[in-house]
T-cell receptor, first 113, second 113 residues
């Protein structure tokens, strides 16, 4: 089983602060997805990164895929209360079957006004 | 498009009862999957299907059955519910495989007494 470790597990910050969430593994993934989940709803895809070293920006969110494709980070600049939610990373299994995603346990972010 | 729909939204069962969680998608996606989400455990794959008539086990398949008679529907059956199956269940679909965007349903919150 390929494990994805997310840190921190919980994060509570004030509006306007910056933060970084990490997703690490000892295994190589062919691609990595980041999702955000709000209470009572299913996860919604934010971004997919596929190339080692790739950086993608989505407004105030910056996603990076490690050079070795074993880790990823999500950086939020000037966090807002609307960013509150559970952030999940998910790695696509490389080699063999392409039909499984491995999810991290998530980072629960609370942005206080 | 309605996307991915799940019914029921909430369900309470007694130990030993059986039930079927319904999942349907109207996006003509080939790949569908079932996950359970437990506190501190993240999303864990139960079963998945890569097309009509084809299913396979995920990480935690015991106690669950699935079938895929049509592209649109992917029901999850609990044959004899146990308290350990208390969880939130999510169905997801994607166009081709796990490198594609996963579209999640709103979830079913199941409690087994």
């Amino acid at each position: 089983t390929q494990l994805l470790e997310q840190s921190p597990q919980f994060l509570s910050i004030q509006e306007g602060e910056n933060l970084t969430v990490y997703c690490n593994s000892s295994s190589v993934f062919s691609s990595l997805q980041w999702y955000r989940q709000e209470p009572g709803e299913g996860p919604v895809l934010l971004v997919t990164v596929v190339t080692g070293g790739e950086v993608k920006k989505l407004k105030r969110l910056t996603f990076q895929f490690g050079d070795a494709r074993k880790d990823s980070s999500l950086h939020i600049t000037a966090a807002q209360p609307g960013d509150t939610g559970l952030y999940l990373c998910a790695g696509a299994q490389s080699g063999g079957s392409n039909y499984k995603l491995t999810f991290g346990k998530g980072t629960l972010l609370t942005v206080n006004p | 498009n309605a996307g991915v729909t799940q019914t029921p939204k909430f369900q309470v069962l007694k130990t030993g009862q059986s039930m079927t969680l319904q999942c349907a998608q109207d996006m003509n996606h080939e790949y569908m999957s079932w996950y359970r989400q437990d506190p501190g455990m993240g999303l864990r794959l139960i079963h998945y299907s890569v097309g009509a008539g084809i299913t396979d086990q995920g990480e935690v398949p015991n106690g669950y059955n699935v079938s895929r008679s049509t592209t649109e529907d992917f029901p999850l059956r609990l044959l004899s519910a146990a308290p350990s199956q208390t969880s939130v269940y999510f169905c997801a679909s994607s166009l081709a495989d796990n490198t594609d965007t996963q579209y999640f349903g709103p979830g079913t919150r199941l409690t087994v007494l």
